[in-house]
């Protein structure tokens, strides 16, 4: 389980940031609440993250606090 991050910023979708941990980028999917709170690109940005399995899709989801990754874990 990949239950935080710590990297830089690298970009910015719709709904979605890819954060590089270590030369690894990593798409991590958000509320556009927590994307709205994210520091410019090339900033150091920490996700409390949720990786979830399914059985055509694998997904990263990252929230700015541990209340937000606990909510959408109950509403998993």
């Not at 690298?10 to 709904?15: L, N, V, W």
């Not at 709170?37 to 059985?55: D, K, M, N, P, Y």
């Not at 694998?58 to 541990?66: D, M, N, R």
């Amino acid at each position: 389980m990949i239950a935080s991050l710590h990297g830089t910023l690298e970009s910015m979708g719709s709904d979605w940031a890819i954060i590089n941990v270590n030369g690894i980028g990593l798409q991590v999917y958000m509320p556009t609440s927590t994307l709205s709170t994210l520091s410019t690109i090339g900033e150091e940005v920490h996700l409390h993250t949720r990786l979830v399995l399914r059985e055509d899709n694998v997904a990263l989801y990252g929230f700015t606090t541990p209340e937000e990754l606990e909510l959408f874990q109950i509403l998993l």
